[in-house]
């Protein structure tokens, strides 16, 4: 089962930020979380034909847009991976230089 979350585009008017959430199950043992990220890593050799590129990449991007990846996850129940974004990284961004 997979749910994806995501606030209302009119909120970004009022908040700074904006959080992006996807929900999977079963869950992963924390051995897997700890490198979830890392470029060319994968969890399980046999059901995934990518490079374990993909998450790392996401990481990358978020970042340089000034937001926060993570994952909660507990084996059995599920993982809750997500991204939040502040409401305009350029304006953002100009503050920060």
Do not use: W
Not at 28 to 50: C, E, M, N, W, Y
Not at 51 to 78: A, F, P, Y
Request: proline share 6%; hydrophobic share 40%.
């Amino acid at each position: 089962m997979v749910d994806l979350r995501c606030g209302d585009a009119i909120a970004l008017a009022v908040f700074s930020s904006f959080t992006l959430e996807l929900f999977d199950t079963p869950g992963l043992p924390q051995k897997a979380q700890a490198r979830l990220f890392t470029p060319f890593s994968q969890i399980d050799h046999v059901h995934d034909p990518g490079h374990g590129l993909g998450l790392s990449i996401v990481h990358q991007i978020v970042d340089k847009l000034g937001g926060q990846v993570g994952v909660e996850s507990e084996l059995g129940q599920g993982s809750l991976f997500f991204f939040t974004l502040p409401a305009n990284p350029a304006t953002e961004t100009a503050y920060q230089s």
